[in-house]
């Protein structure tokens, strides 16, 4: 089945500065890629995806890049805010044609925007 | 719009209680997931409804676990002889159909004493 490792555990950046967090996956079969943003005591919610027809999504200052041949794809979030920091998970899904498209989840990511 | 609404926030039950956790989907949503998020992790997927059938099932981790969802709308998970590493965060989630955006609920906290 998919596996998905995600790096790093924690990230700590200062107000301004740019932040990527990085995720690998197994299976090939997977052809969505969902990027959720999780607040103490909230459920995810989700911030950008891309399918693997695309290498690139950009919203305002989040973007994803997907690599299909070597099964990895980053959130970049530039200008970074204090209201970014919270744990970012990264997940994998057969998408469109697979057999129930559940979402198998990275362990997620702590970012604290330093202000 | 209404999002995904979970109940109980909370709920505290004693080790061999039956529990049910309650989801309301996003009106419309055809397709809706459960998944457990333990302290730390990611959430890990349980259970998949298309309209009133499970799907997917793969996910339950044992028999004690069981999830309905009758008219195609609420879904109710059921757990019963509650154990204390059933503890965690159960999160729904809704689709307007299977594979596009899941929307998550805020979960409810189950803790097993």
């Known amino acids: 089945g998919e596996n998905v490792e995600q790096h790093p555990s924690t990230l700590s950046v200062q107000e301004g500065d740019s932040a990527v967090i990085k995720c690998t996956y197994s299976d090939s079969a997977s052809n969505y890629f969902p990027w959720y943003k999780q607040e103490l005591g909230k459920g995810p919610q989700l911030i950008i995806d891309?399918?693997?027809?695309?290498g690139e999504k950009k919203d305002q200052r989040i973007a994803v890049t997907l690599n299909k041949t070597a099964k990895h794809f980053s959130l970049h979030i530039t200008e970074t805010q204090p209201e970014d920091s919270a744990v970012y998970f990264c997940?994998?899904?057969?998408?469109?044609?697979?057999?129930?498209?559940?979402?198998?989840f990275g362990t997620g990511t702590l970012l604290a925007v330093q202000p | 719009g209404a999002g995904v609404s979970q109940t109980p926030s909370n709920k505290v039950t004693e080790k061999g209680k039956y529990v049910e956790l309650r989801c309301d989907p996003i009106?419309?949503?055809?397709?809706l997931y459960w998944y457990r998020q333990s302290l730390g992790q990611g959430p890990e997927f349980l259970i998949y409804f298309q309209g009133t059938g499970a799907a997917d099932d793969s996910g339950l981790p044992n028999d004690r676990f069981f999830a309905v969802r009758p008219e195609g709308s609420v879904s109710t998970l059921k757990i019963q002889r509650t154990e204390r590493g059933d503890s965690a965060v159960y999160l729904c989630a809704s689709s307007l159909h299977s594979g596009v955006e899941q929307f998550f609920g805020p979960g409810t906290r189950l803790t097993v004493l």
């Open positions: 009106s419309g949503h055809t397709a």
């Open positions: 997940a994998a899904s057969p998408g469109y044609g697979g057999a129930t498209n559940k979402l198998i």
């Open positions: 891309i399918r693997s027809n695309v």
